[in-house]
C-alpha cells in the first residue's frame, strides 16, 4: 500500500512542513538508484502498487533516461489517473513513447471530464491524432466537451450518469442499476428525468436503499433542485455549491435536457484555482508554483517589475518638481517616504478585501456604495490617528511644530484617498471586466505614492518655504 | 421554491457580480415592508420556502424590530440549519426569544459537526444552559466533540455514520439500512469495522446497490482506506482530500477505533478558509469579510499601520544618517524612492510564492535549498536587467553617468536581498512556529527599504562625494 512507503522529516528536526503526505525522498533517491542498476523487477514491485498522485509526482521528479525508462516499465499496468496530474511535456513524453493508440486507450478509461482536460491542453494535430483512436462514442462526448467554453459547467462535467424515468419504482430502478454496464464506476445519486429528459428530481442512493421495492421513484425523491447549464461561469458554479451545501448537481443543455453532473470534487479544484488565482494576482505573479523554471520565472515577474518601474519614475517625477524645496529643508527628504508608504498599506489593506470580496460575491451592486462609506470612514479614522502620531514624531524629531502639522495634513489626506482608490479602482476594473485582482495592486500604489509625495512636499512648500 | 424569488442584476448595466446566486434586494424590500405592516400570513408565505442560507442573509439584513420579529414569525418552522449560518449576535437574540429549550431542541436536528460548531463560540453559561437542555445522548456526543482541540479532524468531523462487520453479507447490510433509525440522513458509504470497531475498509452504496445479496461485503469492500486520526491537524486533512481525490473518510480515535467520518463537503470550508487567511494575513488583515462593523475594522487595521508606522521611521532613520548627502546632491532625494520601491515588489513576488508553497505543502525540507538558489538567480537576473535600464534613465534625466552607476549597483543589491528575505523570512517564521502569512510582509518591506535607502544613499556618499 502507498501509506507505508511514506515517511515523515519530523517537524522538530527541521520546521519545515512534514512529508507524511508526499513521497519519502529516501524512497525517490531508492527507485533512482534502481533505475541505475536496471534492477527492474524492483522498481516494478515498489512503484506499481503507489496510489497514481504519487506515481505522477515520482515520474515528475526523475530526471532523463530514469524518467523515460520508468515511463517504460509502468506501461503494462499504467494508471490512466495519473494522466491528469502529470505537467504537458511529460504527458508528452508517455505519447511519444507509448504511441498514440496506446495513449488513446488510456484516455479511453477516464471519465470524461479528464479525458476533455487533457485532449485540450495538446496541440491540434496531437489532439487530432488521439480523437482519431477513440472509439466513436467516447470521441463524440469529448469532441462535444471541447466545443464548450473553458471554465464553464460544460467542461467541468461529467457525462457519465445514472438517470432514471419518474415513472418507475425503486424496484424497477435497482434492477436497472443491476443490469446495466454503462454506469459511472461510482455515483451517490439518481437523476429522475421526464420524457423530455429534463432533470425533476434526485434520489439519493441511500433513500433508494432504504425505501421498498413497489414504491415510485416520483414519491422519495427530492425536487430542490439545483440545475447548472453548460454554458454557466464555473466561478458561479462553484459559489451555488458552497451557497447551497450541494454535493451534485445535474447541468442541462440550452433546450433544458440533462447532459451531465458536476459533483463537489470537481468544485474543490475551482476554489483552490480561483484562491490562487486572486493571492498570485494581487502580488503580481502569473505562475502558480514554485516548480515553474527558472528561466520563465524571471520573464514572467520582469512584466511587473517592469510596469512598477514605471510607477516609481512618476513618483520621483513628482519628486522632481520639488526640487527646489527638498534643496532648502532636507528633513523633507528624510521624512516624506512615510507618507507614502502608510498610504500604499492602507489601500492595500482596503484593495484585498474588494479584490476578495468581488471574488466571492460578497461585494455587489446593491452594497457597493455603503461598503465604500465604511471604508472612506476607516481610512479618515485610521488618517487622524497616524497624522497625529506622526505629527508628534516629527515635530519632536526635527523640533519645528510645522513640519508636524505638514505631514499630518499629507497622512489624512492620502489615507483618505487610498481608501477611496482601495475600493474604487478594483470596482472600476470589474466594470471594464479587467480581473480586478491582475491590475489593482499596480494602480493603488501609483495614485498612493503619487498623492503621498505630492501632498507632504506641495503643502510643505506652501507652508514652510 | 426559493429559485424563482432570486433574480439578478444585469451585468451590462453595473459591471458588478451578478445577484442570481443571493437575495434580490426588491424581494428584502419587500418582507420589510410587509413586516413594517404587521402582514404576518404573507411574510410567513415569502419566507418559509426559502433556501436556508438565504432566510439566514434575510435575517441578518434585517434591523431591530423587523429582524426581531422575523425570528418570531418563523418559530413554529425554524429550520435548524439556518443557525450555523448566522453570525453570533444573532443566534444570541434566537436563544433570547426562544428561550434555552425550544433553542436545545433546533440544535438537536442538526449533525454533529454543526452542533459542536455553535455551542463552541457561546460563552460558557449559555453552553452549560443548552447543553443541560438536550437528551443525554446528543449532549455526550457534543460534549465530546467540544474536546477535541480548534482546526483538527475531531472538530471537522461527523459523529453520525453507518459502520457494519467484515463478516456481513450484502444482504445482512441492506436489512439494516432498511431497518436502522439511527443512521445518519445522508450517507455514501457503509464503513467496514473488525471487531475491535477498527475501520478496515469501505463499501460504496452504488457498489452494495449492483452486488448480489449473498455476497459477502469483505468481497466488494474497497481496502484502499485514507484514516485521519482525531488529533490531526484540519489543514492536513484537508490536504490528504485534495492529494487522494478523497469524498470521505473515516476518523479513529488513538486506539484506532472508528468514531467518526470526514465528507468533502466539509473539506470546502477547510479550504476557503486556508485560502482567504493566507490573502488577508499578506495585506495585514484579520477580519474575513465586507460585513464587519467599521469600528471593528478601524481598529483591526491601526495594528497592522502601526507596526508599518515603525517600519517606516526605521527607514527614515536610515535616510537621516546621509542629511549632508542629500543636502549636497538633491537628485539623490528624487532617485531613492526607486530603489526601494522596485525591492519591495520582487520581495513581494518571491514572499508570495513562498508563503502559498508552504501553505499548500509544495515547499518543504527538501526543495527549501533548491527553491532558494532560483529565487536568488531570478532576482540577480532581474536585478542586472533592472539595474540597466535604472542606470541609463538616472544617467539621462541628470546628465550623470555616476548616479546611474550608483542606483544600478544599488539597484542588483536591493533586488538580490529581497529575493532572499522573500524565501528566507517566511522559511523562519515557520521555524519558529509563527503563522509566515501573518508577519512577512512587515519584515520584508523593512529590509527592503532600510536596504534600498542605505545601499543607493551610502554608495552615492562613497562614489559622488
Request: no cysteine.
Amino acid at each position: 500500500m502507498a501509506e507505508t512507503r511514506v515517511r515523515s522529516l519530523p517537524r522538530e528536526e527541521t520546521g519545515l512542513p512534514e512529508e507524511i503526505f508526499g513521497l519519502d525522498p529516501d524512497f525517490v533517491a531508492e527507485i533512482d538508484q534502481a533505475l541505475e542498476e536496471e534492477r527492474d523487477e524492483i522498481v516494478r514491485e515498489l512503484v506499481v502498487p503507489l496510489h497514481y498522485a504519487d506515481t505522477a509526482d515520482l515520474i515528475e521528479s526523475l530526471h532523463g533516461d530514469h524518467r523515460s525508462r520508468l515511463i517504460d516499465l509502468l506501461r503494462p499496468d499504467f494508471n490512466p489517473e495519473i494522466l491528469p496530474e502529470l505537467p504537458d511535456d511529460i504527458r508528452d513524453e508517455i505519447i511519444e513513447r507509448y504511441g498514440f493508440a496506446d495513449f488513446a486507450a488510456l484516455i479511453e478509461e477516464l471519465d470524461s471530464d479528464d479525458a476533455v482536460y487533457i485532449l485540450d491542453r495538446m496541440d491540434e494535430a496531437e489532439q487530432a491524432h488521439v480523437l482519431a483512436r477513440l472509439p466513436l462514442e467516447t470521441r463524440t462526448i469529448v469532441e462535444q466537451g471541447l466545443n464548450y467554453p473553458e471554465y464553464t459547467a460544460g467542461r467541468l462535467m461529467q457525462r457519465e450518469l445514472a438517470a432514471v424515468p419518474d415513472y418507475w419504482t425503486v424496484g424497477e430502478a435497482i434492477d436497472y442499476l443491476r443490469s446495466n454496464a454503462v454506469l459511472p464506476e461510482d455515483f451517490y445519486v439518481l437523476f429522475v428525468v421526464d420524457p423530455r429528459h429534463r432533470p425533476v428530481g434526485i434520489v439519493r442512493l441511500n433513500r433508494l436503499l432504504r425505501a421498498k421495492r413497489p414504491v415510485r421513484l416520483r414519491d422519495i425523491m427530492s425536487t430542490e433542485l439545483d440545475i447548472m447549464k453548460v454554458d454557466m461561469d464555473q466561478e458561479d458554479v462553484a459559489f451555488l455549491f458552497r451557497r447551497k451545501d450541494l454535493l451534485s448537481a445535474p447541468v442541462v443543455d440550452a433546450s433544458g435536457r440533462l447532459v451531465g453532473r458536476i459533483t463537489i470534487d470537481d468544485i474543490v479544484d475551482v476554489i483552490d484555482e480561483e484562491a490562487e488565482d486572486d493571492i498570485l494576482r494581487l502580488a503580481g505573479l502569473s505562475e502558480s508554483s514554485i516548480y515553474v523554471s527558472t528561466w520563465e520565472t524571471i520573464k514572467s515577474r520582469f512584466t511587473w517589475l517592469f510596469v512598477n518601474l514605471g510607477t516609481a519614475i512618476l513618483a520621483s517625477l513628482v519628486i522632481g518638481l520639488f526640487e527646489s524645496s527638498l534643496e532648502q529643508i532636507v528633513a523633507l527628504a528624510v521624512l516624506m517616504p512615510i507618507v507614502a508608504s502608510m498610504g500604499g498599506n492602507a489601500g492595500t489593506q482596503t484593495l484585498t478585501i474588494a479584490v476578495r470580496g468581488l471574488a466571492m460575491k460578497e461585494l455587489t451592486a446593491s452594497n457597493a456604495m455603503r461598503v465604500v462609506g465604511k471604508e472612506l470612514a476607516v481610512g479618515a479614522a485610521n488618517g487622524i490617528a497616524f497624522a497625529v502620531l506622526t505629527g508628534a514624531i516629527a515635530w519632536a524629531w526635527f523640533d519645528q511644530p510645522m513640519i508636524g502639522a505638514v505631514i499630518a495634513m499629507a497622512m489624512v489626506i492620502n489615507l483618505v484617498i487610498a481608501a477611496l482608490s482601495g475600493i474604487a479602482i478594483p470596482l472600476g476594473l470589474e466594470r471594464l471586466k479587467i480581473d480586478p485582482a491582475v491590475a489593482s495592486a499596480v494602480f493603488l500604489t501609483t495614485v498612493t505614492d503619487v498623492i503621498g509625495f505630492l501632498a507632504f512636499l506641495g503643502l510643505a512648500t506652501i507652508f514652510l518655504l
